[in-house]
């Protein structure tokens, strides 16, 4: 190989090295941006990833690269267009999900019924969630006069103002407490000597 030849061929080297770390830098560069978003503490901007939240690609909530004034409260983001929001099915409600649901999921929401604005039997009938069974008493559908917003069960109190019918057709020692063996012979209804609160002291 002449020395001309020998020169020209070091100088393609040198520049085929240098042409060859630059492009490992620009491979290696993206890497190194990419360590040091993971590296960002996202507690620090008031929205701490938890649940899904943590498993989402950052494009999904920051789109088009916009990173501040990226919404902070779920119905901004949970609005149908830059998120799933309410489907329209979906109770009246106010739109802070996280009263009901979890950052895991959607499903199995433990309900806060302060933010229901609609009455009772506009859910609890039978459809959209649990209603009345046909063996419950004959009874206004104003659930909350005798049940609590946790659980139908352990009924807390029945406020007689909402039932309906006479009261023996509950107080027949089947459906609730009736009379006793050893009352006195009586037609007339519980509520002519009794209280709608006590069976004693009962009056007349």
């Known amino acids: 190989m002449t020395p ?10 040198s520049m085929l090295y240098f042409v060859l770390i630059a492009i490992l830098s620009a491979i290696n560069f993206p890497l190194q941006a990419e ?14 990833l938890l649940g899904r939240h943590e498993f989402l690609d950052c494009s999904s909530c920051h789109i088009g690269g916009q990173f501040k004034g990226t919404p902070l409260v779920c119905d901004l983001c949970h ?4 998120a799933p929001g309410k489907h329209a099915q979906h109770f009246p ?6 009263d009901c649901h979890t950052e895991d999921t959607w499903t199995g929401a433990i309900f806060d019924h302060r933010d229901i604005f609609e009455p009772c039997q506009n859910c609890h009938n039978g459809v959209v969630a649990i209603g009345k069974s046909p063996s419950h008493i004959t009874s206004t559908d104003t659930c909350d006069d005798c ?10 109190r029945v406020d007689h103002i909402s039932v309906i019918g006479t009261c023996d057709s509950c107080h027949n020692g089947s459906v609730a407490t009736g009379k ?8 007339e209804q519980c509520n002519e000597c009794h209280s709608t609160t006590s069976w ?3 009056s007349n």
């Open 4 to 13: 001309e030849k020998s020169t020209g061929a070091i100088h393609l080297f």
């Open 35 to 48: 360590e040091r978003i993971e590296g960002f503490d996202h507690f620090t901007t008031g929205f701490p």
């Open 79 to 82: 609005d149908g267009s830059r």
């Open 93 to 98: 409600s106010s739109n802070t999900c996280d």
């Open 147 to 156: 049940h609590n917003t946790i659980s139908f069960s352990n009924v807390g």
């Open 180 to 187: 006793p063996a050893d009352h006195i012979v009586t037609s």
């Open 200 to 202: 004693l002291p009962a």
